[in-house]
């Protein structure tokens, strides 16, 4: 493949004078050149530079606003409130989660219920934010309709995920972040780019067939949640935590109201945050390293988030897709 | 089959005559048969009066106290600490329940960590029973070791289930209450005394190879979480929840400090409140009527719960296997 060595300063920067140059102002464009640095220094390159074009896409179309000012409302001693002032996710999450991670010490939990944003990041950032002031965290966010409720043919729930970070004082936080769909959209199209199958559940042709075949998916079917009815329950469970609960838009609605510029739509998102310092006995720490002695254990399993975390450890340059450097690039004047 | 009609009335006393008669005190009884009747009600014949046989079997054996009196601690306003005095769950419920709906009414969220209970009964009662306070409700808890996390072949996680109640007012909550593993080992057997083969992924044999012969899995082999990897990492979260924050027994050690008399581990429960009037815009519930037509408007999708809030409008006798009533009534002089 063809790459070109970007070290992270340099990953952050080209960001920056991209979203810059395309409408962002400092604070917005530090939060989000952040994000996308943190994604290319943990692995996630499909939250990384990746998404660069769509989020210029929107500030052009004037969708996103690039200088956002979220404001947070202390609504009760355990919940914040942030309307997100319709710019990108993580300036929203630099004005709430501080406060979320005050009334969750404080009160043992809290929530942080999000309104007005475009996510379309990865959710660990705001949940391993939450564990480094030793919290559990737990967030959600629905996005435009792609998946099909288990038993239906056509889409209803978005891509949906869910991210869980579990504090280790002194260690890496034990942190899954995943989409609820199957698999991603982009994954079954590469499946059937290499002439593989895909395992029976991943979707539906356009016939509402269940197919292994991921051509018959890509072509006019449409993706399935994972695990069956029981992950199509979970789907469900982040529209109304990231919709119904937060008051804003569900993965329809957010179609209904996009202006298809390919960015993200407006949507809102559901943060929990918990403190097992207050909940459990003092000895929480211990205890758990217990059970995560027994899981390691195991052979075979391999922590939530180890592997981005190992990736984190390194300070060598990323290869990033020649192709998409140039693109982003050209976005520049 | 060979059934006995019995009125719900009768299920009740039948249970309560039961408990009453090998050590449970009035309030016990009282709390632990209405769960049994309730979920005969619904339906849900395998969290019924299946279940008497072994609730007895610790109350005999002194394992469980059938004169539990569970005590509450006020935390803070958004947390609330249930001691279960090592009795059944149910009567813990009632005690933590009513200042868990409070505390979620006053401050937008709470919780409820319940130590030092014995849990065999469905977990959709705890949610159902906020959902009637208009809050969303979150419950888990952990078991026994039965499911091998993905990609091991031992087992470490319990059957781990997790139920959510989403409030609907003026109609029957949107509920789902699903064990993460695959499916129960039972189901396993009777798929294996059927002749019937079981989906991949449900477990492994005793080698370790995934297989779809449920005569591989229940002689010797192990059960999976559902849906791969994202349901082992739901199964780890209710872990996590449920024991590690809660303070009391991973499913690993629940098994160590049991006695194996056949019934339910001593662990701990989570439960979680949250209230969308105050979280969300005023408007909630038609928002989420509109989500919910959407959902039913599908061909092919029911809402989780729908067919015991459908069966529990009968109030026709319950078909109760009679060989069952049979050794109910000899657990009694």
Not at 2 to 19: F, G, M, S, V
Not at 148 to 171: D, E, I, M
Not at 266 to 292: K, R, V, Y
Request: aromatic share 6%.
């Amino acid at each position: 493949m063809n790459t070109t060595p970007l070290t992270l300063d340099e990953i952050y920067n080209l960001a920056h004078d991209c979203l810059t140059q395309n409408g962002a102002d400092q604070a917005n464009a530090d939060a989000l050149s952040n994000t996308i640095m943190t994604a290319e220094r943990d692995g996630s390159h499909s939250h990384g530079l990746f998404r660069l074009p769509a989020y210029v896409a929107s500030l052009r179309s004037g969708k996103v606003k690039g200088n956002a000012a979220p404001k947070a409302e202390q609504v009760t001693p355990a919940l914040v409130r942030v309307h997100g002032d319709n710019g990108y996710a993580p300036i929203a999450h630099e004005v709430g989660i501080p406060l979320l991670a005050e009334a969750a010490k404080n009160l043992g939990v809290g929530v942080l219920a999000i309104s007005h944003v475009h996510h379309m990041a990865a959710l660990w950032p705001e949940v391993e934010a939450l564990a480094e002031h030793n919290l559990v965290g737990l967030a959600c966010t629905p996005y435009m309709p792609a998946v099909a409720p288990a038993g239906a043919t056509k889409p209803l729930f978005g891509t949906n995920p869910l991210s869980f970070a579990w504090p280790r004082p002194g260690k890496s936080p034990v942190v899954f972040d995943m989409a609820t769909a199957s698999m991603a959209m982009g994954e079954v199209q590469i499946a059937a780019r290499e002439g593989h199958d895909v395992p029976m559940g991943t979707g539906l042709d356009k016939n509402g067939a269940m197919t292994t075949n991921p051509n018959e998916i890509a072509d006019g079917g449409v993706l399935l949640p994972f695990g069956g009815y029981k992950g199509s329950a979970i789907a469900m469970m982040v529209e109304l935590l990231a919709a119904g609960l937060v008051g804003e838009n569900f993965s329809f609605e957010a179609k209904e109201g996009d202006n298809g510029d390919g960015g993200p739509p407006q949507g809102g998102q559901f943060i929990l945050a918990m403190s097992p310092a207050m909940i459990a006995t003092d000895n929480w720490d211990d205890h758990c390293e217990g059970f995560f002695n027994k899981l390691t254990g195991l052979d075979g399993v391999r922590l939530p988030g180890e592997r981005r975390h190992k990736n984190r450890l390194s300070d060598a340059p990323r290869q990033i897709n020649t192709p998409l450097v140039e693109k982003i690039r050209s976005l520049m004047d």
